[in-house]
């Protein structure tokens, strides 16, 4: 069931896209016998009609297979999912130092704690102190060896 | 003897190495291609003679596409787009406690497709480059539709799921401007979506962060580490030689002609050899299990891409992908005309580039050979500190392309789909391959049939893009009924026994 309705959504996807090709006008000095709409409508072509074939196939299969979707947002994964989710949206505010920082030191005493490894406060100290060198030093490896200016965020560092 | 010496003098190997060592890290960063390193390097040559400042070019340049495979291999991120396909197999065996053949057999690979490009660069550049010559529209078109055709070769079972995800591929990259005429395309009203999607977003978010989700599950198990280097499984013994040999043409042959057809470089051209490969081979369900001939496929592949791209470049004055055009810059700015009549006015200048290219190659073997001692250390950290290093790393490969956060946003949404779709049996190499080639394909196919007015005229009138487009229709359609054959017969077989 969990497939037909992800391919169901890929469907709906797909007629959305399909209508909205409709407004793509060609500009005719430059393309007066394709256009921009041809190449996207077959590539939704190919997609809906895979998708409708598929359904059909898994309706008339008398053996269900287990669509996997719900486990990424359960247990370990889930944790450790909202921890990225929030490092990659603090990226902008707080700049890429303190987030890399905080996303370290979260993460792998996360993971630490999921393999069962005691968190005593030496080694949360020890680690805490090389996720902000190994920010500090990635930081000024871009931005003075490559030139890539990374997110500096409100805190300028 | 003039270019003997000038391939001889200290300084010119100094810089072949320097440049060799920058483009090794800059291809195992992910997100700095050998392309962003060529460009950052190029402002050092303004001051140098035309020969040195090439010689540090080529060897960021070749260095680049062979680092690419470190992180591939021991990661699963891909360094550059080139070295997508390394992962498919490369990682696995790592997994497998194979780490020091992997990174042999993905180095060795690389050395064989460079010089086979570099000979190929020495010996057939003007025969090449005519070849090419006759490639207009159509057949580019032809080309890279049949290339996406003969995806359907290495989706096994799943086939309708393979085609889904090329549709998905194709459609992904429609987003965004249109080429030629710059139509904003499923654009939501998001300007960061108006350039469409980072190739490195796509690519990293399906194979590396999607990948670090699955691992998490092997938290607190032992790892893989590799206590010593055993160099006897490093390099390929002789009668591995003789058993890859094919492959390893095979790859060197289409990494040399997608280097030398414009669009095409090494993230596609390293798909086909693997597609190819798979196809060639007695055991075509090993692939993406731990299979050397992957990693051959895919290593080959991208590095003779390096040779082939220069062909066009010294033959025609056209260069065959991004750092390519960069060097004809870099060159330019040197007062070098680059095109059939520099044959003539400074032949000593062609013929010792043409000849560095096979000793960049060999600098380059030796320093990823040096370079694996440090970098297969990786994989002694534990995984509860690797997996969020990896992610930063993402991150900074992302952002790195186009310095915006949008990219490393998308990036993890695509974590998070690849995951679904990997998991379900979706194909994440059809995938790529469509959103790799679908602004190449739709590009070709506007400019074909503008030039011939009509998709008939142009199947008519072209050279032979109509052949490659027979070939890549009917190619699935056989596939499929051999496919219902031999279900067939193993059904009949089964009845017979039972």
Same mark, same amino acid.
């Given at each position: 069931m969990g497939e037909i309705v992800f391919l169901g959504a890929i469907l709906i996807i797909g007629v959305i896209c399909g209508i909205q090709t409709l407004g793509f006008k060609a500009i005719p000095?430059?393309?007066?016998?394709v256009g921009p709409a041809l190449f996207p409508q077959i590539a939704i072509g190919i997609v809906v009609l895979g998708a409708l074939a598929l359904i059909v196939q898994l309706v008339m299969k008398k053996q269900k297979n287990q669509f996997v979707f719900l486990e990424l947002f359960q247990g370990k994964r889930l944790g450790f999912g909202i921890v990225t989710i929030a490092y990659v949206l603090m990226l902008d505010s707080i700049g890429f130092i303190v987030s890399t920082a905080i996303f370290l030191m979260l993460a792998i005493n996360y993971l630490e704690y999921i393999k069962g490894i005691?968190?005593?406060? *030496? *080694?949360?100290i020890v680690v805490s102190l090389c996720c902000i060198l190994f920010s500090i030093i990635i930081y000024y490896f871009f931005s003075k060896v490559m030139g890539i200016m990374l997110p500096r965020g409100i805190v300028n560092f | 003897?003039?270019?003997?010496?000038? !391939?001889?003098?200290? &300084?010119?190997?100094?810089?072949?190495?320097?440049?060799?060592? @920058?483009?090794?890290?800059?291809?195992? $960063? /992910?997100? !700095?291609?050998?392309?962003?390193?060529? @460009?950052?390097?190029? /402002?050092?040559?303004?001051?140098?003679?035309?020969? /040195?400042?090439? +010689?540090?070019?080529?060897?960021?340049?070749?260095?680049?596409?062979s680092g690419g495979l470190i992180p591939a291999i021991l990661m699963k991120i891909p360094g550059t787009p080139a070295s997508v396909a390394t992962t498919f197999d490369g990682y696995p065996m790592v997994l497998r406690g194979e780490a020091s053949r992997a990174m042999g057999i993905g180095i060795c690979s690389s050395l064989f497709g460079g010089l086979f490009s570099a000979f190929a660069l020495i010996f057939c550049a003007p025969l090449l480059s005519a070849f090419a010559l006759s490639f207009g529209p159509f057949e580019y078109f032809g080309v890279t539709f049949f290339a996406l055709m003969i995806v359907s070769s290495i989706l096994d079972k799943q086939i309708l799921k393979g085609y889904i995800s090329l549709g998905l591929g194709l459609l992904m990259s429609c987003i965004g401007s249109s080429p030629i005429d710059g139509v904003k395309r499923f654009d939501v009203g998001i300007s960061a979506m108006a350039g469409g999607f980072q190739l490195m977003s796509v690519v990293i978010g399906m194979f590396a962060v999607a990948e670090m989700f699955n691992s998490i599950k092997f938290v607190g198990q032992k790892n893989n580490s590799v206590e010593e280097i055993k160099m006897d499984?490093?390099?390929?013994?002789?009668?591995?030689?003789?058993?890859?040999?094919?492959?390893?043409?095979?790859?060197?042959v289409i990494g040399t002609i997608a280097g030398i057809l414009p669009g095409l470089s090494g993230g596609p051209g390293?798909?086909?050899?693997?597609?190819?490969?798979?196809?060639?081979?007695?055991? /075509? &369900?090993?692939?993406?299990?731990?299979?050397?001939?992957?990693?051959? +496929?895919? &290593? +080959?592949?991208?590095? +003779?891409?390096?040779?082939?791209?220069?062909?066009?470049?010294?033959?025609?004055?056209?260069?065959?992908?991004?750092?390519?055009?960069?060097l004809m810059g870099a060159l330019a700015i040197q007062g070098v005309q680059v095109g059939p009549i520099l044959f003539q006015t400074d032949p000593t200048l062609v013929e010792s580039v043409l000849y560095s290219s096979v000793l960049i190659n060999i600098i380059v073997f030796c320093l990823a050979v040096f370079a694996l001692r440090m970098f297969i250390n990786i994989l002694n950290v534990p995984k509860h500190i690797l997996i969020p290093i990896i992610i930063v790393f993402c991150v900074l490969g992302c952002y790195s392309a186009n310095q915006r956060l949008f990219d490393v946003y998308t990036m993890l949404i695509f974590g998070y789909l690849g995951y679904i779709l990997d998991k379900n049996g979706y194909n994440l190499t059809a995938l790529i391959l469509g959103f790799l080639l679908g602004g190449t394909v739709e590009s070709y196919l506007r400019r074909a049939l503008?030039?011939?007015?009509?998709? &008939?005229?142009?199947? $008519?009138?072209?050279?032979?893009g109509g052949i490659f487009v027979v070939i890549g229709v009917l190619y699935p359609i056989i596939s499929i009924i051999i496919d219902l054959i031999k279900k067939q017969k193993s059904k009949a077989k089964a009845k017979e026994l039972a």
């Open positions: 000095i430059l393309d007066s016998v005691q968190i005593n406060r *030496k *080694k949360t | 003897m003039e270019i003997l010496s000038n !391939l001889m003098d200290f &300084e010119i190997i100094a810089l072949m190495i320097i440049g060799s060592t @920058a483009g090794i890290i800059f291809g195992s $960063v /992910p997100g !700095l291609s050998s392309t962003t390193g060529v @460009a950052l390097v190029l /402002p050092f040559t303004y001051t140098m003679d035309v020969f /040195p400042s090439i +010689a540090l070019l080529l060897g960021v340049y070749f260095g680049g596409m499984q490093f390099f390929l013994k002789f009668s591995e030689w003789r058993k890859y040999i094919w492959n390893l043409l095979a790859a060197s390293s798909m086909m050899s693997y597609v190819q490969a798979k196809k060639m081979s007695k055991n /075509p &369900e090993k692939f993406g299990t731990g299979c050397p001939e992957g990693v051959i +496929a895919s &290593e +080959a592949a991208n590095n +003779a891409v390096t040779g082939g791209a220069l062909i066009p470049l010294f033959s025609l004055g056209v260069p065959g992908d991004t750092a390519t055009g960069l503008i030039f011939y007015g009509s998709f &008939e005229k142009a199947m $008519v009138g072209s050279n032979f």
